[in-house]
Each structure stands twice: as C-alpha cells, then as structure tokens.
C-alpha cells in the first residue's frame, strides 16, 4: 500500500541534543510538508518542499531546518532542541499543493 | 488575518446524529477539507469541499456555503470508535492549508 512513514515513532531526546526525525513516502506526490502540532491545538506548518523547492513559513524558528534528498524522503532537523519543541511532528505529502495532504503516523518529541 | 472557527468539544450519543459546525474568513478560498484525529495520531482525510452543496460519503457528509463562509460535517450513526477531534481546514489562495483548532467529539454510550 502506498503510504507515508515516519521514524521514530516517538522519539526523546536531550535539552540542546540535535535530533533528526525522518519522513519517507512511496505515494510518489511532489510536496512534502512538515508540521509540529501541540496538544489540542491545530497543526502548524514548519515549511514544505515542492519537489526540491524549499519553502519555510515566516515564523518557523531558526532551530528548524530541512532536508529532502531525493522525492521519497524528507528529514526534519531541530539544532537544539528546547523543552518548548516537545510536541507531535507530521509529515505529510500532496501531489500538488492545491490538493489533499496525507499524513503520516507522527512522531512525538519527547525533551528531557 | 486568517481564522477558521469551530467548537471546542461536543457530545453526542451512540447511534445519534451529530453536526460540526466550522465558520472561516481566509485570503481567498481554494476548497475546504475536514480531517478526523483520533488522540496520538495524525490526521487522517474525510472529505474535500470546493463547491457549495453537500457532499455525502457513507456516515459522513459534509456540506459548504462559499458565500456565508461555512461548512458542516454531519456524522450519522455516531459509533464509539468515532470519539475523536474533527479539524476543519481551508485552502487560501496561496495554497496553503489554514487549519482550525480541532473539534474534540465525545460519544456516550
């Protein structure tokens, strides 16, 4: 089945230890986004890649950053992590950004 | 700015109807979709509205109005396994997904 995949599925890490969270997806779609999303809040995009395109909303901090070598894959950096980043992070892929996203499983941050 | 207005939590009982309401003012309007998220996991995609009408798949429907800036999504036959957070999130002209805060549905028995 042609899915999205996130690894680890929950992840913990230390104050200030960089951490990398990875995306995969087998859909073949052009854009993948990153979102953080704080319990009982709505999603909020980081930034999304149309096919090598980077694209990052105003307001997403430095700490943030992105790779996407290649279609399948897209991997979220956070630099140093603060305890403000514990949170669920999604990815999510469209075939063109004007059409449905699909989600993968999340992986939740854990900052000790 | 952009807003995207729905209820915080409802509750509704087993085998009822329920409909959530979601209101938006958004930099133009490029279709509407609601999501279902159940707690710890992600969004998963119920419908897309671009359209004004009523759009019904199996238990679920969702309705539009561009004109009063409003949807609902209607669930029939409320089962236990349907408790969870129901986002309503418009597309704006830049393409880009506005999200409201989620809907959090109790069902009780």
């Known amino acids: 089945d042609a899915m999205v995949i996130q690894n680890p599925r929950y992840q913990v890490t230390q104050f200030g230890k960089p951490v990398t969270l990875s995306c995969s997806q087998t859909?073949?779609?052009?854009?993948m986004y990153w979102y953080q999303q704080k319990s009982s809040q709505a999603p909020k995009l980081l930034f999304h890649?149309?096919?090598?395109?980077?694209?990052n909303e105003a307001d997403t901090p430095d700490n943030f950053q992105s790779r996407r070598p290649n279609t399948s894959f897209c991997f979220l950096d956070i630099r140093s992590p603060g305890l403000g980043d514990a949170a669920m992070y999604l990815c999510?892929?469209?075939?063109?950004?004007?059409?449905?996203?699909?989600f993968g499983p999340g992986t939740r941050l854990l900052v000790l | 700015g952009q807003n995207i207005d729905q209820p915080t939590e409802m509750t509704a009982t087993e085998g009822a109807i329920v409909q959530i309401n979601c209101t938006y003012q958004?930099?133009?309007?490029?279709?509407l979709f609601w999501y279902q998220q159940h707690a710890g996991e992600a969004p998963t995609f119920l419908s897309y509205?671009?359209l004004d009408g009523l759009e019904e798949k199996g238990r679920f429907s969702s309705f539009l109005s561009r004109s009063k800036g409003y949807s609902y999504l209607l669930l029939k036959e409320l089962q236990m396994k349907d408790s969870a957070s129901y986002l309503c999130?418009?597309?704006?002209?830049?393409?880009?997904?506005?999200w409201g805060a989620g809907t959090k549905l109790i069902i009780k028995p």
């Open positions: 958004t930099s133009g309007f490029n279709g």
């Open positions: 859909l073949n779609h052009n854009v």
């Open positions: 890649y149309y096919d090598k395109d980077f694209n």
């Open positions: 999510a892929t469209s075939r063109q950004e004007q059409e449905t996203q699909y």
């Open positions: 509205n671009v």
């Open positions: 999130a418009v597309l704006d002209s830049n393409y880009q997904l506005i």
